[in-house]
């Protein structure tokens, strides 16, 4: 994973400050519930451009300046394994745990031994932490402040929230209710924080936003400031946010063809498109960027990958597909058919005719079914959301906005209207009819 060979593009104003005895704390634990069916590990280990997410974080960190990494994670979760002590990445990564999941506050008091200096306290998706790092620099000064990264926002109940007299941050309330702050401005994710902050913390009640409270402590003294950014920010939190994370990716992508890859001379590469090492791309298929195709995977005879398509490796899009801006996870398979703003977990087998409808026939919004409730996406393209593991036999459609959960089966000639749970069979029951013809005509005389 850290091996792989991305050319960005950066901007040419973009300053890097090199950073002296700073640390980032990535908090990496949580269960990410509203993210299923892609929630049966981190969410920030799910590969987007050929490595999981956290990794493009980390060398964002690093471009930073920032090479002492702190990463907080459950036990049981696979950080290690697949990070190790961040020397492949050009950094040195220390990991701490938090035994249950009791919020940001918990999280970062489990990593406060390890912690030396001034830091900054990031998610594990903030992938442009280099270019938003520039607006909480100028505000730094004698890095006595904690400075909080924000934007404007329109639904503030769903974040983190500031309270202001002028330009004056004098409390942070978490999820406000409406009218509950004068404000438009929401807390991003990113912050810069320092050893004073920590004892505010460890003095606070314990429970699940005690984060939030010692801010709301810190702000009330006077030691809070608010960066504010117009820079575009990634959010992680339901599946078709991954979408745009990996669209945030693709606008900094360079062409790249790797020489081990065998692509027909009727094959047509158009644009910014990255073809890495064992790729195999048939007669008259054609590929417009930006497209990323991971390792070992195989475009079938005439089809069309267009326009925001990350296909991961050792993946299969059988001929006569069309695949348009979507994420397909290791390993999967399609016979043919259309795919159509949708992510597709790993080790799905797709029959031939598949299709993902992926607009309301009266263009509103596409809202999706999240646990209880229904979340308005803000989208007009939406097609499926698909866990690991499922197999679809030939014909199935799938209507817009719906999540198939993992180890899915469903049968032949299936029209998906809802959501389906995971370790389900879902098909279309339809009764099979024989009867005698009776009409003096034979089929013969019929045409």
């Given at each position: 994973?850290?091996?792989?060979?991305?050319?960005?593009?950066t901007?040419?104003?973009a300053?890097i400050?090199?950073?002296?005895?700073?640390q980032a704390?990535?908090?990496?634990?949580?269960?990410?519930?509203?993210?299923?069916?892609?929630?049966?590990?981190?969410?920030?280990?799910?590969?987007?451009?050929?490595?999981?997410?956290i990794?493009?974080?980390i060398?964002?960190?690093?471009?930073?300046?920032?090479?002492?990494?702190?990463?907080v994670?459950?036990?049981?979760n696979?950080?290690?394994?697949i990070?190790?002590?961040?020397?492949?990445?050009?950094?040195?990564i220390?990991?701490?745990?938090?035994?249950?999941?009791?919020?940001?506050?918990?999280?970062l008091?489990?990593?406060?031994?390890?912690?030396?200096?001034?830091?900054f306290?990031?998610?594990?998706?903030?992938?442009?932490?280099?270019?938003?790092?520039?607006?909480?620099?100028?505000?730094?000064?004698?890095?006595?402040?904690?400075i909080?990264?924000?934007?404007?926002?329109?639904?503030?109940?769903?974040?983190?929230?500031?309270i202001?007299?002028g330009?004056?941050?004098?409390?942070?309330?978490?999820?406000?209710?409406?009218g509950?702050?004068?404000?438009?401005?929401?807390?991003v994710g990113?912050?810069?924080?320092?050893?004073?902050?920590?004892?505010?913390?460890?003095?606070?009640?314990?429970?699940h936003?005690?984060?939030?409270?010692?801010?709301?402590?810190f702000?009330?003294?006077?030691?809070?400031?608010?960066?504010?950014?117009?820079?575009?920010?990634?959010?992680l939190?339901?599946p078709?946010?991954?979408?745009?994370?990996?669209?945030?990716?693709?606008k900094?992508?360079?062409?790249?063809?790797?020489?081990?890859?065998?692509?027909?001379?009727?094959?047509?590469?158009i644009?910014?498109?990255?073809?890495?090492?064992?790729?195999?791309?048939?007669?008259?298929?054609?590929?417009?960027?930006?497209?990323?195709?991971?390792?070992?995977?195989?475009?079938?005879?005439?089809?069309?990958?267009?326009?925001?398509?990350d296909?991961?490796?050792?993946?299969?899009?059988?001929?006569?597909?069309?695949?348009?801006?979507?994420?397909i996870?290791?390993?999967?398979?399609?016979?043919?058919?259309?795919?159509?703003d949708?992510?597709?977990?790993?080790?799905?087998?797709?029959?031939?005719?598949?299709?993902?409808?992926?607009?309301?026939?009266?263009?509103?919004?596409?809202?999706?079914?999240?646990k209880?409730?229904?979340?308005?996406?803000?989208?007009?393209h939406?097609?499926?959301?698909?866990?690991?593991?499922?197999?679809f036999?030939?014909?199935?459609?799938?209507?817009?906005?719906?999540i198939?959960?993992?180890?899915?089966?469903?049968?032949?000639?299936?029209?998906?209207m809802?959501?389906?749970?995971?370790?389900?069979?879902?098909?279309?029951?339809?009764?099979?009819?024989?009867?005698?013809?009776?009409?003096?005509?034979?089929?013969?005389?019929?045409?």
């Open positions: 994973m850290a091996g792989s060979k991305f050319s960005f593009r901007s040419k104003s300053k400050i090199p950073v002296i005895n700073m704390v990535i908090l990496a634990a949580g269960k990410s519930g509203r993210l299923y069916p892609f929630n049966t590990f981190h969410k920030s280990l799910i590969n987007v451009l050929g490595k999981p997410i990794s493009h974080t060398a964002s960190v690093k471009k930073a300046g920032i090479t002492d990494i702190i990463l994670s459950e036990p049981n696979n950080f290690v394994e990070l190790g002590n961040g020397k492949k990445l050009g950094v040195k220390t990991y701490a745990f938090q035994k249950k999941p009791e919020g940001m506050g918990n999280a008091l489990s990593a406060a031994h390890l912690i030396k200096s001034d830091f306290l990031l998610h594990p998706y903030r992938a442009e932490f280099a270019e938003l790092k520039e607006e909480i620099d100028k505000l730094r000064g004698t890095n006595k402040n904690a909080l990264l924000t934007q404007k926002e329109k639904n503030l109940s769903l974040y983190g929230a500031l202001l007299e330009e004056t941050v004098v409390g942070v309330v978490e999820k406000p209710k409406k509950e702050v004068s404000s438009d401005l929401r807390i990113m912050c810069f924080l320092n050893q004073d902050f920590i004892k505010t913390l460890r003095s606070v009640r314990p429970h936003y005690n984060f939030e409270s010692a801010l709301d402590v702000a009330k003294n006077g030691r809070v400031k608010a960066a504010v950014t117009q820079k575009e920010t990634i959010t939190k339901y078709w946010d991954l979408l745009g994370i990996k669209n945030y990716f693709f900094k992508l360079k062409r790249h063809i790797s020489k081990k890859a065998e692509i027909s001379k009727q094959a047509k590469i644009g910014e498109v990255f073809i890495e090492d064992g790729v195999v791309i048939s007669e008259n298929a054609i590929v417009k960027g930006p497209v990323y195709i991971g390792k070992n995977s195989f475009i079938g005879t005439n089809a069309l990958v267009r326009h925001g398509v296909i991961e490796k050792n993946a299969i899009i059988g001929g006569f597909s069309e695949v348009k801006n979507s994420l996870q290791e390993a999967s398979s399609a016979h043919s058919g259309l795919i159509e949708s992510i597709i977990g790993k080790n799905c087998k797709i029959g031939a005719l598949f299709a993902t409808a992926n607009v309301r026939l009266d263009r509103a919004n596409i809202k999706v079914q999240v209880q409730e229904k979340i308005d996406t803000g989208l007009k939406l097609g499926a959301m698909i866990g690991d593991n499922c197999i036999a030939s014909r199935v459609s799938i209507m817009p906005g719906v198939v959960g993992n180890n899915v089966s469903i049968g032949p000639s299936t029209t998906v809802k959501n389906i749970p995971s370790d389900s069979i879902f098909y279309t029951k339809f009764s099979e009819i024989v009867q005698k013809n009776k009409s003096s005509k034979t089929n013969k005389d019929l045409f």
